[in-house]
C-alpha cells in the first residue's frame, strides 16, 4: 500500500489512537485539535489549512455536525482536487449529506464513516466503519479503515453510514431499556439474575445488551456493570445517538415509538437522575430503584 499523507482534525479520545495507529503504520500524520491536544507520531499543525494542504487524505474526528460543517468549510478550501475528506464523527445525516456535496463541488472525494467500538476500539484498531459514499472514495479509503478497524462496510451514498450507525443505536438503546427494566421486574418475582441470565441469553429474548453487555454485575461475561458502571459507552453519549435518530425520523417522516420513548427515558436519566457520567447499562439500578408507573 502507497503511504498517505494524512491531515487528521480532532484528536479526542477517538480521533487521537486513531490517528496513533495510522502514523505507526507508516502514514505521515499532520493532526489539528483546537483544544492543542496531540497523539504519538502526529505531527503538530497550527491550523486547519496546515493540516490539510497537500494531504492526500482528511479525517475529521468531532463532537458534532454543527463542528463538523465548520471545519470541513475551512479544510475543504484548502484541500487538492482529487484528495479524499472521511468524516469519522457521530453526526446527524443532514450534515453528512451537506459536507459530501460541498466536497463534491471542490472536485474531491468524501466518505462519512462514523464508528462502533469505542475508545478501546479506537485504541486497539478494532473499530468497526459504516461507510457512505461512490464506490471510488470508499475503495480509496479502505486501506486506512483496515488500519483503525476490523471491519468496514459500505452501506450506500453519502449519509448512509451516519444511517446505519443511528439505526443501529437506536435498537441498542431500546434493547438495553428492555433488558434492564426485565432484569428489575425478574428481581421483584423473585428471580435470581443468574437464572435469568441463563434463560433469557438463550431464549428469544437475547440480544447483544444480554449476552455480551450484561447490565447486571456478576452474571454474564465481563461488562461496565462489573465496574461500578464505568463507562464503556457513557449514558450521555447514547442520549446523544437517539437525539440523531428522532431528528432524522422527523426528516424522513418516520414513526419510531420505541426510540422516541429511548430518547426521553435516557434525557430523564442523564440530566435529572445522576445517569451523567455513567455507562448507558447503570439503567439497571435506576430500574431497581423505582416501582409501577414510575
Ligand atoms: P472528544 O470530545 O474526546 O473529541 C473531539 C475532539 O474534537 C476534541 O479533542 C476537541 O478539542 C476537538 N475539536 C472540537 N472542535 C474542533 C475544531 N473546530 N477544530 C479542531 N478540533 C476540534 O470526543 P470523542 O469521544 O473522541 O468522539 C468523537 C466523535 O466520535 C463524536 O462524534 C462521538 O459521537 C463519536 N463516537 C464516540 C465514541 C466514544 O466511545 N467516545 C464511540 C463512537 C463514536
Known sequence: MSNFTIGFIGLGNMGGPMAANLAAAGHTVRGND????????????ATIAQAVEGADVVITMLPN???LRQVAEEAI?????????????????????HVAEAAEKAGLLFVDAPVSGGIGGAQGGTL????????????KAEPLFDIMGQKAVHCGDAGAGQAAKIC???????????????????DKLGLDRERMFDVVSTSSGYSWSMNAYCP??????????????????????????????QQAAEMANADTPMGALARELYTRFVEEEGGKGKDFSAMLPRFEKRGWQG
Not at 34 to 45: L, P, Y
Not at 86 to 95: G, H, I, L, R, Y
Not at 171 to 181: H, K, N, W, Y
Not at 228 to 237: H, V
Open 34 to 45: 483546537v483544544a492543542g491536544t496531540t497523539a504519538e507520531g502526529v505531527a503538530e499543525a
Open 65 to 67: 455536525g454543527a463542528i
Open 77 to 97: 478550501a484548502n484541500m487538492a482536487p482529487g484528495a479524499l475528506l472521511v468524516d469519522c464523527s457521530t453526526v446527524d445525516v443532514e450534515s453528512a449529506r
Open 128 to 139: 468497526t466503519f459504516m461507510a457512505g459514499g461512490t464506490e471510488a472514495a470508499f475503495k
Open 168 to 186: 443501529n443505536n437506536m435498537i441498542l438503546g431500546a434493547t438495553m431499556i428492555a433488558t434492564c427494566e426485565a432484569f428489575a421486574l425478574a
Open 216 to 245: 447486571a454485575p456478576g452474571v454474564g461475561p465481563k461488562s461496565p456493570a462489573d465496574n461500578d458502571y464505568t463507562p464503556g459507552f457513557a449514558a450521555e453519549l447514547m442520549l446523544k445517538d437517539l437525539g440523531l435518530s
